[in-house]
């Protein structure tokens, strides 16, 4: 156990949030908390005696309820709720999170911009990308398969998983096609 945090058993936290109105869904190691169809969810740890609830996908103002995660985030855990705290005013911010769960503010989508094959998995635009658009020479088209693979490339390092040599075989293929083009014009 840590020191300065006040353990709480987790049915207590559990029986807050079902007369909140929550929907509790156990998982492997956390109790899922919802309401109704809002995205904002918590996570109960599923410990006997609980210090720990992750507040996922929204954020909360006042930070005598909750910590930050000091810019670090887990998924779209970026805030817990505080066990420093005497645990009458854990079990009050708890329930005050819980009875307003669906009115917090999410947090915005943030969409992806990768549009890749990996272990020859198909992603929507890969077609698109190895294909001439009517409008572009075959300079232009050689220049997008370039600066589209390095992305790959770049995602695959980030990611820790190498591209597929399905889809290395592809670009280069296309790659090919398009220089003897070139060649062709010239």
């Known amino acids: ?14 029986a807050i949030a079902e007369k909140a109105g929550c929907i509790l869904t156990p998982m492997a190691a956390c109790i899922k908390v919802s309401k109704g169809k809002s995205a904002n969810k918590m996570y109960i740890a599923t410990t006997k005696l609980c210090a ?8 909360h103002t006042d930070k005598e309820l909750v910590r930050d995660l000091g810019g670090e985030k887990f998924g779209r855990v970026h805030q817990m709720l505080r066990f420093d705290r005497p645990v009458a005013d854990v079990k009050a911010a708890f329930k005050i999170l819980c009875e307003g769960l669906e009115g917090f503010t999410s947090h915005p989508k943030v969409k992806s911009n990768f549009t890749g094959s ?7 635009n890969i077609e698109t990308v190895l294909v001439v658009n009517s409008k572009e020479t ?12 390095k992305k790959i490339q770049e995602y695959s390092k980030q990611i820790g998983i190498p591209v597929s040599p399905k889809t290395i075989k592809e670009y280069e293929d296309t790659m090919s096609e398009v220089k003897k083009k070139i060649k062709a014009e010239a």
């Open 1 to 14: 156990m840590k020191p300065n945090v006040n353990y709480i058993p987790r049915e207590q936290l559990e």
């Open 52 to 59: 720990r609830v992750d507040l996922s996908n929204f954020d």
């Open 118 to 124: 990996f272990r020859g998995s198909k992603k929507k």
């Open 138 to 149: 075959p300079k232009e088209h050689m220049e997008r398969l370039v600066k589209h693979f």
